[in-house]
């Protein structure tokens, strides 16, 4: 926007003057959009202006200068809130204070810069006093601002603030920042304006106008602090986008016990309850309460308190989800009686609450069924996985506390974010346990299991972090004794130092010393339902990579349409399996090979079989065997000596048959569809196995639809070959039966050159199953085993956008699924196309997927949800030809 042919970087809001609405986030950030809109909606707040995203873009962009035009505009909507507040920034006599705080386009709770009571000096704070008859909350206000001014804009260290104000409290004799007077305040200022001098070489600034020009710098600035670069690049939030910067008339809670401050929710953030929730502190200002300094009563207490003021915030939540259709996150202040509203935000919150959430405003009617399951991100539900402690462990808790963010987590202590970042780098399950957490430990907190702190509510920093992480979250644990320079921690007689075990339960705010068992949830209700009504709108079908009865089960229970992949390979290494296996290995002929082979007939059947009895009437992808036959040997001297006394041999057999089969490359070794061309009696036993297993099920009156998938193929050869072999013995076994079954052979697309050929393979396949895992290793030249040693390294320097072993490469392997597909179909037209690598439980990588036209993805039976949901976002956001008014016509029908 422009005013008089220039670029317009402040908009005014409030005072029935607001420039801006909640569409405007960009432009306006999330929090001056959000208090536009509200002052649009006739919501009282506090006026004030709103400098634009762009603007500290261009800072950036000049160096650090401002925009041409930006300090006249800054100048004159600082005239028109003097107007509307009836006080002047910097008189003495009638001073205006101000407010200056960060506002990014997404919500980036503690990770930028605020500054309150901005506009204080030794003369306005006279005012001030005389102006509010308070001296005390006059220099309380003017402590708190030096104090936020000398560590967000002048970088003096905090603590060194922190230290002084509590001597001075020791001193005195209370413990709370309430209990100090109006001269234990003003000998503070005296003190903190020192410890300014002391640090900066220069005196507190006095002059207002530059005191604002300073804080709207590092307001600027705190866009990429490093607390903010590291959130960015947890939450993948770009770093071009620039904060807005909000100037803000103050309003105060500190005013006495007619005044206070909060931090609410429409609902509740943790479960979902359709219950008002937060906080809030009596002559107390809003950092208070975030800060975990002092602990906070339940909003349910400001009933009590001021009940008036309650009734006013009822009605505004009201109006609040009327009007942005979601749960909100507001922040309030009462000033001796009267109620404005800070800021509102869409409220982060826990997936188990957002589900619920989701579901009820659906039910409600205040959004439909395609909102709601767009409402709940994919990645979201892997919250709901977590594990919870086993109800049957016998433990009792040390201590209790808020649970602030639900799921158990076991690990080790680290008592600072770096130690959580080294510790977890080095392998280690971590529990991070601070007295209260900042947003410098933003880095510990995502790379801890969980957190614990024994300070802080419910709306702390650590928890609203937490939630947002998915983390579990114990806060406000008030008896444990935490000495974070010793590294120990104090509990109920047990002393606890680094690196010593813990469980905390972020779903009861119960803290165990210890390993204790976990287990994962069960899911239903409200779950269920979101889970039913994404079915209703994606066209992927969603299978799960099986290989036991237990986790086809769990993968059934999940909502799985079948398996899409059964690795048979992991089913050689049982007690009973493997000596079998390794005589099949060491045998000289075909012969030999089939006698040995015929050992493990009955137990491959079995295996079968029980997986079958699991997906009844749901399609099972199952493997031939794909590693090398090296891995099934043993690699150590005494290993081969136990294996050569049990098989009859001399160690000496042993020892020259895995020289035989050693290979430079395994990866591109004798393995896969190669496996089954140079030993095709291992490939016809896996069919037998599978074919008679599935004849078994039949005759017991169940229906099943075995496919069998021939591995790692880059010729039509390779699959023309093997597809006949496996053939015959399926039909044998079937006209022996006397049953014929519905069965599918086809291939796994792992090889670039298949990919490439797939118009001529698909000819001989009813079914492509694309490997991306190897796909993906073949295509980058990037080992999957090795990559730990520099992705990250070229993730950080930007050279990769994410590891391509858990979001598909789009730009190369991508493109080789992409033609596979077409020219698979072109090949085929029947041929049903999957995904079986560890991609298709990425949602990123689903929607890729389902542009490209794929049958279905697999993923482990864990992810199952995941990609239901993921699926029906991708089908919301770009449907499918065909698809595309079904996808309508279901969004209609709400």
């Given at each position: ?597 015929a050992k493990l007939l009955p137990l491959q059947r079995g295996d079968f079989y029980e997986i079958f009895k699991e997906m009844l009437g749901k399609p099972v992808v199952i493997r031939l065997l794909d590693p090398p036959l090296h891995e099934f040997l043993p690699k150590e001297p005494a290993a081969i000596r136990d294996v050569a006394r049990e098989l009859g041999v001399s160690p000496e057999v042993v020892e020259s048959r895995v020289r035989a089969l050693a290979e430079a490359n395994p990866m591109l070794g004798l393995r896969g569809c190669r496996l089954g061309i140079v030993f095709p009696e291992i ?94 290793q073949m295509t980058l030249g990037f080992s999957r085993d090795d990559v730990g040693k520099y992705v990250p390294r070229y993730i950080e320097m930007g050279l990769l956008k994410a590891d391509p072993f858990q979001t598909l490469d789009t730009e190369g392997v991508g493109q080789l699924v992409a033609m596979g597909v077409e020219r698979g179909k072109k090949g085929n037209p029947s041929l049903v196309v999957g995904i079986c690598g560890e991609h298709g439980g990425d949602p990123a990588s689903i929607q890729f997927f389902h542009d490209a036209g794929l049958d279905y993805v697999s993923c482990s039976p864990?992810r199952v949800p995941i990609a239901r949901l993921a699926a029906a976002h991708a089908n919301l956001s770009r449907p499918r030809a065909g698809q595309k008014a079904r996808a309508v016509e279901a969004h209609a029908a709400d």
């Amino acid at each position: 926007m422009s005013v008089d042919g220039r670029k317009k970087w402040v908009y005014f809001f409030g005072a029935n003057q607001t420039e801006g609405r909640a569409d405007m986030k960009n432009l306006l950030g999330g929090k001056g959009a959000n208090l536009a809109e509200m002052a649009n909606l006739g919501i009282l707040v506090p006026p004030g202006f709103t400098i634009a995203t762009e603007a500290c873009i261009e800072f950036y962009r000049r160096e650090k200068r401002w925009p041409e035009g930006l300090e006249e505009q800054v100048s004159a909507s600082l005239a028109r809130l003097e107007q509307a507040m009836g006080r002047k920034f910097g008189d003495p006599a009638n001073p205006l204070l101000v407010s200056v705080r960060s506002g990014a386009r997404v919500s980036m709770p503690g990770m930028m810069d605020t500054v309150l009571n901005l506009g204080l000096n030794d003369e306005t704070v006279r005012g001030l006093a005389r102006q509010s008859n308070n001296e005390r909350f006059a220099y309380d206000s003017y402590r708190r601002f030096i104090q936020m001014y000398g560590d967000v804009v002048l970088g003096v260290p905090r603590h060194l603030f922190e230290d002084r104000l509590t001597a001075k409290k020791q001193a005195r004799g209370v413990t709370e920042d309430t209990g100090l007077n109006a001269e234990d305040l003003k000998e503070l200022v005296a003190e903190f304006k020192q410890i300014v001098r002391e640090q900066t070489g220069k005196p507190f600034p006095e002059n207002p106008r530059d005191q604002l020009r300073g804080a709207i710098n590092a307001v600027f600035d705190s866009w990429n602090n490093p607390r903010a670069i590291k959130y960015r690049e947890i939450h993948k939030i770009p770093g071009d986008w620039g904060t807005a910067v909000n100037v803000q008339a103050m309003v105060f809670g500190n005013m006495g016990n007619d005044s206070g401050t909060g931090v609410a929710f429409t609902r509740n953030p943790s479960t979902g309850e359709k219950v008002f929730f937060g906080e809030f502190l009596i002559n107390a200002q809003g950092e208070d309460v975030v800060a975990g300094i002092r602990t906070p009563l339940p909003i349910s207490r400001l009933k009590e308190e001021m009940p008036d003021v309650y009734a006013q915030l009822e009605e505004i939540n009201r109006r609040l989800e009327a009007n942005y259709k979601d749960m909100m996150d507001i922040e309030f202040t009462v000033q001796q009686g009267k109620l404005y509203m800070l800021q509102c935000r869409v409220g982060k919150r826990t997936a188990q609450a957002a589900v619920r959430m989701a579901v009820e405003m659906a039910q409600e009617g205040l959004i439909d069924r395609a909102t709601a399951v767009l409402r709940v991100a994919p990645e979201q539900l892997d919250q709901l996985l977590h594990p919870t402690i086993d109800p049957n462990a016998k433990v009792e808790p040390v201590a209790k506390g808020l649970p602030a963010s639900p799921g158990a987590a076991v690990g080790q202590l680290a008592f600072h974010a770096e130690d959580a970042e080294r510790m977890a780098n080095d392998g280690k399950a971590v529990i991070l346990i601070r007295a209260e957490t900042s947003p410098e430990d933003i880095g510990g907190m995502f790379k801890a299991q969980g957190i614990l702190t024994s300070r802080g509510g419910m709306t702390s920093h650590a928890a609203v972090v937490a939630r947002g992480m998915g983390k579990s979250c114990v806060v406000g644990c008030g008896a444990i004794d935490i000495d974070e320079r010793q590294k120990v921690a104090r509990v109920n007689g047990h002393v606890l130092h680094e690196g010593d075990w813990i469980t905390i339960d972020g779903s009861t705010g119960n803290v165990y010393v210890g390993q204790v068992p976990l287990v994962r949830p069960e899911l239903s209700g409200v779950f269920t339902t979101l889970l039913e009504w994404a079915d209703e709108f994606r066209a992927l079908g969603v299978r799960a990579n099986a290989d036991t009865p237990k986790d086809a089960r769990v993968a059934r229970e999940f909502g799985a349409q079948g398996i899409g992949l059964c690795r048979t390979e992991h089913m050689f290494f049982g007690e009973n399996r493997i000596l079998a296996m390794r005589q099949m290995i060491l045998s000289d002929t075909t012969e030999e090979r089939e006698k040995a082979l015929a050992k493990l007939l009955p137990l491959q059947r079995g295996d079968f079989y029980e997986i079958f009895k699991e997906m009844l009437g749901k399609p099972v992808v199952i493997r031939l065997l794909d590693p090398p036959l090296h891995e099934f040997l043993p690699k150590e001297p005494a290993a081969i000596r136990d294996v050569a006394r049990e098989l009859g041999v001399s160690p000496e057999v042993v020892e020259s048959r895995v020289r035989a089969l050693a290979e430079a490359n395994p990866m591109l070794g004798l393995r896969g569809c190669r496996l089954g061309i140079v030993f095709p009696e291992i490939y016809e036993m896996q069919t037998r196995a599978i074919f008679e297993a599935a004849v078994q099920v039949a005759k017991e009156g169940h229906e099943i639809e075995p496919e069998v998938m021939i591995p790692l193929v880059s010729t039509p050869g390779e699959l023309a070959f093997l597809r006949e072999r496996c053939r015959k013995v399926a039909e044998e076994v079937m006209r022996g039966a006397g049953v014929q079954l519905k069965y599918l052979i086809g291939t796994m697309i792992e090889v670039p050159r298949a990919a490439l050929v797939a118009e001529e393979i698909a000819k001989q396949a009813d079914f492509f199953s694309f490997g991306t895992n190897d796909m993906t290793q073949m295509t980058l030249g990037f080992s999957r085993d090795d990559v730990g040693k520099y992705v990250p390294r070229y993730i950080e320097m930007g050279l990769l956008k994410a590891d391509p072993f858990q979001t598909l490469d789009t730009e190369g392997v991508g493109q080789l699924v992409a033609m596979g597909v077409e020219r698979g179909k072109k090949g085929n037209p029947s041929l049903v196309v999957g995904i079986c690598g560890e991609h298709g439980g990425d949602p990123a990588s689903i929607q890729f997927f389902h542009d490209a036209g794929l049958d279905y993805v697999s993923c482990s039976p864990y992810r199952v949800p995941i990609a239901r949901l993921a699926a029906a976002h991708a089908n919301l956001s770009r449907p499918r030809a065909g698809q595309k008014a079904r996808a309508v016509e279901a969004h209609a029908a709400d």
